[in-house]
């Protein structure tokens, strides 16, 4: 197993995080600053304002977008283990 493997797997692993992460992430994000706009306006500063609304929509995304997510990272387990004899000879 060379150098360049390797960095070409972690990148390629970096890649599928990436991915996974992305639509929770953006999804909290958005609907974080949308409440943060209407904390601002109405000059209501409650901490538990933002975190039940960014839970409910952090769930809902994992609930559609799921299955999408487990085949990304399926495939890639499955890419990766099947390259194993591939790494070792």
Do not use: C, D, W, Y
């Not at 197993?1 to 960095?7: A, D, L, Q, R, S």
């Not at 909290?28 to 960014?54: C, D, R, S, Y």
Request: no cysteine; net charge negative.
């Amino acid at each position: 197993m060379t150098p360049e493997t390797v960095m070409e797997i972690g990148v390629q692993t970096m890649e599928v995080t990436a991915l996974l992460a992305a639509p929770l992430l953006l999804s909290a994000l958005v609907v974080g600053l949308l409440i943060g706009m209407l904390q601002a306006a109405t000059q209501i500063n409650e901490m538990t304002l933002t975190f039940v609304p960014k839970l409910m929509v952090v769930a809902l995304v994992l609930l559609f977008a799921g299955p999408a997510l487990l085949e990304t990272l399926l495939g890639f387990t499955i890419r990766l283990l099947e390259g194993i004899p591939e790494l070792i000879g």
